[in-house]
């Protein structure tokens, strides 16, 4: 079974300054890889997906790495600002599964 | 704008009560997922449809949940009787294509059972 973790749970970062988010998966038997952004009370916002034959994805000020044979993933904000504020997940599809195993999320808070 | 929409976004009411929430996929998207997010198990994956037959129901609890797809355009999840331990957050995600594609949350329907 796959297990996702992110760590930090909670990141608390000034202004302006590059946020770095991780997740680590078990198997590295993946399919592909989702980084999403929820907001209190909101749905999930797809940010960025990564296939397994990728070794990153690039959208604006984010930027996610893979490295399937260490298992692990990494969310790169660049230049964060107060908006950024929010619980960012990491979701692990396996290649023998059609089911996104979710990661518990990192909440961020981008102090003004 | 292309988005998946639920209804109703709140929903409280009492145990007991049959709950029925909705959810209209993407135009186009054949693949349709139910998930419910508390924060003790975090996001949970209930059913999954494909072209409308229900492929996979197995995260749910077959006694008091069902899940339909009557046409392309509405997915519905149905709790009879609800239970307070039914509180939480029921998303929906469509998908194009393969299950393997990107999916499209959203916005949830957040249930209260007192």
């Known amino acids: 079974k796959q297990e996702v973790t992110q760590i930090p749970a909670a990141l608390s970062v000034p202004e302006g300054e590059n946020l770095v988010l991780n997740c680590s998966f078990t198997?590295?038997?993946?399919?592909?890889l989702q980084w999403f952004r929820q907001d209190p009370g909101k749905g999930l916002t797809s940010l960025l997906l990564?296939?397994?034959?990728?070794r990153e994805q690039t959208s604006g000020r984010l930027n996610a790495s893979l490295d399937k044979s260490s298992g692990r993933s990494t969310l790169y904000i660049a230049a964060s600002q107060p908006g950024d504020s929010a619980t960012y997940l990491c979701?692990?599809?396996?290649?023998?599964?059609?089911?996104?195993?979710f990661g518990a999320g990192t909440t961020v808070t981008v102090r003004a | 704008d292309a988005r998946v929409t639920q209804t109703p976004r709140h929903k409280v009411t009492e145990m007991g009560q049959e709950v029925t929430m909705r959810c209209q996929p993407i135009?186009?998207?054949?693949?349709v997922f139910w998930y419910r997010q508390t924060m003790m198990q975090g996001l949970e994956l209930l059913a999954y449809f494909r072209n409308r037959a229900p492929l996979d129901d197995s995260g749910m609890p077959k006694d008091r949940f069902s899940a339909e797809m009557p046409d392309a355009t509405l997915a519905t999840l149905k709790i009879q009787p609800s239970e307070p331990r039914d509180s939480a957050v029921y998303f929906c995600a469509s998908v194009p294509g393969q299950a393997y594609n990107e999916q499209f949350f959203g916005p949830g329907t957040r249930l209260t059972v007192l």
């Open positions: 198997d590295s038997a993946i399919y592909n």
């Open positions: 979701a692990v599809r396996s290649s023998n599964d059609y089911k996104l195993s």
């Open positions: 135009l186009g998207h054949n693949t």
């Open positions: 990564i296939q397994s034959s990728q």
